[in-house]
Every structure is written in C-alpha cells, then in structure tokens.
C-alpha cells in the first residue's frame, strides 16, 4: 500500500494564504494562527488488510520500503592575486559535466568569518588565507550565510555586509564559493566555536508559541531550528517558514546575481540543525546528549503531534496518533536498553513501530522536497548546483535497529535502505548529496558503540549510484593526519565524488607539516588516480611547492595567531 503522509499546511480545513513582497499588511494581520486544526482522515491512509500485506507502512511514490543485506563496506603566485581560471563543477555518477577524473577541494571558513555587526572578521588574515589557499591548488571555499546575521533584526530586511565583501575577496582570488544558507542557528554542536541565534523576530514569535520548536517527549524545547512540523503554518509576521527560507534566498539571488555562476557555483540549503537534513535528536547543549547515545525523538510539539494524529486516524490506529514511543528509552541510552530499539522482538520491527517510523522519516523527506521546490525554482538557469547535507551518523550502525539513525529520521535499518529515499527525492531536483564523515575507519571507533562509518559511507555511495544522483563529502572532525587524508582519498574515489570541502580553516592547517600534508593531499586529490604517476612523485611536487609558498603560509598562520 503506497501512502502520502499528511502535511500540517495541508491538515487545515483553510488554504493557507500565499505570500508575496507586494502583499499589503492587511492581508498579512488578517492571518490568525487560530484556523489551524488537525485535518479529517485522509483516505489514503486506510486501515491494513488482514494477512496480505505484511509490511503496510511505504512512503510516497516512488519512495519504498527497500531491503538490502549488510554492507561490509600551479604554479603560486606570491605578489599578485592570481587570475580566475574557468572550471566547470565536476559531477559523479549523477550526470553533467566533467573536467577530469579528480575530485575538487573546498575548505570550509570559520563559522564566525562574518560579525555580528555584519562585516569581515579577521580581514587580514582572510586575505593571506585565501592567497594560501588558491596558491595550494584549492578549488574554493565554503561560507555559512546565516539567517540569523543577514534578516537579523526585521523580517523582510536583508543586510548581506561582510558577506558581499568575502565574496569579492574570493573572486579577486579566483577562489569558487559553496554558499550555505544557513537557517539554523549555530552553538550547540559538534565544533560551534561561537553563538549566533536564529532572527530576533524569529525568536520573539517562537516565544509567542514554543510549539514552534522542536520538542521532546519530556517537553524540552530545541531553538536550533524551526520545526518542520509548521512548515506551512504562516507563523513568521504572516508568513510560512517555507516562504521566509525562499524570500531568503531570493533576496540572495537579487543581491549577488552577477557572481552566480562564476564564483559562486553552489548553493547548499540548509534544512535543519548544523544544517544537515535530520531532527535535532542528539543536541550536545548542556550536556543533554553525548557520544554515543542513541538521542530522542523530536515530534512532540503541538504542530508535529497533530500531523501524527491524522496519521494514525487515516491508518485506522487512531490510538496510535497520541504519542511517539514510550519506549524509546532516553538521549544516552544504548539499544538494547530500550524495549522499542532492542534486537530481538524490539517495536521498530513491529506494526505499530513501521508505522511511527515510515511518519516520522517521510515528514522529513517532504520537508526537504519543500525547500528544494523553492531553491530549484529561484536558482534555476543561474549556473550553480544545489546541494543538501546528510548527517553521517555512523555510531549504532553495526546494530539491528540503527536507533541513532532513526531517531534523527533516517528510517534505515538492518533491513530497510533509509538512504535510498532522500537519494530519490534530491534526483526528482538534480541535487548534489553531501555526506559527512567519509574520513572515518571503523577501527578508530568504540568497539561498544557499534559505529561502521566506512559501511555507512558505502551505502550512501550505493544509494546516490541507484538514484543517479551526485555525491560530495565533507570530513566530520577536524584531521591533518595521513591515514585521514588517504581515508577520503580512497571515498572519493570509490564514491566518485563531484567535490570535496575540507573542514575546517583554522590556525592548524598552516602549521608546517600540517600544511605540506594538506597539500599533497589536495594535488592528489586534483589530479586522481593516474597509471603514469606515482603518489611519491606528487608528494615531492607537494615537497617542492610547500618550500616555495612558505613565506604566504607564515603569513597566513601570523594573521590567525593575531585573532
């Protein structure tokens, strides 16, 4: 039985008003939060036929329930900014163009590269950055273009200060730009070294009606994101969060139409915490999630709460559209304490839990469609590649349940593909999926958290080939170290990645061997597998080129001692 789920824009009995710059603020005060009401049962969600379909719960369209087996896995310039030299956006196996058989890296800038006064921080230092970085052969850099500093104080005004500037900067480099927007706010998670808040107004409506947040079994609220369960709810001065993210984008659009294509060549949307594509289920802030529990479900605001119920109705389990699991054990819980997630006989393998889930994670999927409805349409024709981040939750992975993935509202387990579909839904838009933790071993890893980060990467990979979808990667943790570095270079190449974005820029990289080691790395990277050169040839180019660029990588480490 193929079932759409429910929307909450959709579970109002009122259309939900369009919104647009020209609407007057009439139409805007006229809209009332009180219209909202969970929708009549939806006669796709029909109650399962006795003994003929054994597993009932599917996602949408072309989205099923999927099996599978388990996965055993230049010359520098050192004066004069060097001239911008034409190179098209490598793509995998997703199709599009190509320019060679290497992959392209990017390096990710520091969170905080743009004030909360909206201009450059460390200026000095990003430009003899950037000098560094293009002289090594680095394709370009990636940029957090937060929500939360640019549409700060009033909805609708847009100050995009210190980032027209980076972006000039990186044009007079020649340096290409992964722009992120970011709609998440920053501090809370792995590697935030600063705060920055969702928009004041933003904050000031979620106070209004904290159900506006994501929120927990036990009531704790997360202010990382919007929930997704109001999507379509015009709960933002009049508008739907969905319209906020576009109008976002659009206004970016506006704003930098004349380096669309040229420097800036993609555009990642963010679409939840660390602006990853999941529910905030393992927050590090305050000490309420830790490595390697198996987080919490995060469907417990009103919103959410209201979509499950219509769920359960239109399944014929109304009973079911009460709660999420009470079983699901705590934030720092391993699997096997838990009723719902434990290997034998636990309720994710059960009726009740297939259907949960099959919810839980398609609610998710339609969010992404959502916003990439939105930026396929305001980018298109513009010369960029739009890309979505998958989270690598890779800890609980060995097990049956994978309950880590599940709770972030990934729905694979040891018998179901859950990569599968987001994979599916980014082809229907021609997106670049972007996966985190492709540096990782398994070996490195606590034998007890059961974590397979080389599997997980494999079938992200797999998933991303069968759905003709391009793939790039990201490291998850900060490494300078060799057996990291030929780690993604061996991904890379097994994935065929369009692109690679080295986190992070810091202090460290520049640092002697440091340095020489991320350029080797960057040259092989470029260059890929080639039968009439060794990697000790490239290495002693590496070796050659370091001497030579030592002087603007001093100045460069100089700069961001200073800071």
């Known amino acids: ?51 003929t379909q054994p597993d009932l719960l599917l996602s949408s369209q072309s989205i099923r329930c999927e099996y599978n087996p388990d996965l055993s896995i230049a010359r520098p310039t050192l004066t004069e900014p060097p001239a911008p030299t034409e190179r098209k956006y490598k793509t995998g196996r997703g199709g599009g163009t190509t320019t060679g058989k290497g992959v392209p890296v990017y390096v990710m800038l520091p969170l905080d590269s743009v004030t909360m006064a909206n201009g450059v921080n460390r200026r000095k230092a990003m430009n003899a950055c950037f000098q560094a970085l293009k002289s090594a052969g680095v394709e370009g850099v990636m940029m957090d273009v937060w929500w939360g500093l640019v549409e700060r104080e009033v909805a609708g005004e847009y100050n995009w200060g210190g980032y027209s500037e980076l972006l000039e900067m990186a044009k007079r480099y020649g340096l290409k730009v992964q722009a992120v927007m970011s709609f998440h706010q920053c501090g809370g998670n792995v590697g935030d070294s600063c705060t920055i808040p969702l928009p004041k107004w933003v904050v000031e409506e979620i106070n209004k009606d904290p159900d506006l947040a994501y929120t927990d079994q036990w009531g704790r609220r997360n202010y990382e994101y919007l929930s997704l369960g109001c999507d379509t709810i015009p709960c933002l001065k009049g508008r739907t969060p969905i319209q906020c993210y576009a109008d976002y984008m659009r206004a970016f659009r506006h704003r930098f139409s004349h380096l669309l294509g040229d420097t800036i060549v993609e555009i990642q949307v963010g679409m939840g915490p660390a602006g990853e594509l999941r529910y905030p ?122 309950a880590s993935e599940l709770t972030a509202g990934y729905y694979n387990t040891r018998f179901r593909n859950g990569y599968l579909p987001i994979a599916k839904m980014l082809s229907r838009f021609n997106a670049v999926l972007n996966f985190t933790c492709v540096e990782m071993r398994n070996h490195e890893q606590p034998q007890g958290a059961h974590c397979s980060p080389e599997n997980l990467v494999q079938q992200v990979a797999l998933a991303t080939r069968e759905a003709h979808v391009s793939i790039a990667g990201e490291n998850a943790l900060p490494r300078y170290d060799d057996y990291a570095l030929e780690q993604i270079l061996r991904a890379a190449e097994n994935a065929e990645m369009c692109a690679f974005t080295y986190l992070r820029l810091k202090r460290e990289l520049f640092e002697v061997e440091n340095w020489r080691k991320f350029v080797a790395f960057v040259k092989k990277m470029k260059e890929g597998k080639d039968v009439e050169r060794c990697w000790e040839q490239v290495e002693k180019e590496a070796e050659d080129f370091v001497q030579v660029t030592q002087p603007l990588v001093q100045e460069a480490a100089v700069a961001l001692i200073e800071y």
Request: aromatic fraction near 14%.
């Open 1 to 51: 039985m193929t079932m759409r789920l429910p929307q909450i824009g959709a579970i109002s009995a009122s259309s939900i008003p369009s919104y647009s710059s020209d609407s007057s603020s009439s139409d805007s005060n006229n809209v009332n939060k009180s219209f909202w009401r969970c929708a009549e049962a939806n006669p796709r969600f029909q109650a399962p036929k006795k003994a």
């Open 281 to 402: 289920s393992y927050p590090e802030k305050d000490g309420i999630w830790k490595f390697p529990g198996i987080g919490a479900f995060q469907c417990y605001d009103q919103y959410m709460l209201c979509s499950l119920k219509a769920a359960a109705e239109n399944y014929g389990k109304p009973e079911w559209g009460t709660t999420g699991p009470t079983d699901a054990g705590e934030y720092n819980n391993s699997p096997e304490e838990t009723n719902f997630f434990k290997r034998e006989c636990g309720g994710w393998n059960g009726e009740y839990g297939k259907f949960f889930l099959s919810w839980y994670s398609q609610m998710l999927l339609d969010h992404g469609e959502r916003i990439l409805t939105s930026a396929t349409s305001i980018f298109n024709n513009r010369g960029v590649k739009i890309s979505v981040k998958v989270a690598g939750i890779h800890w609980h992975y060995g097990t049956r349940s994978h």
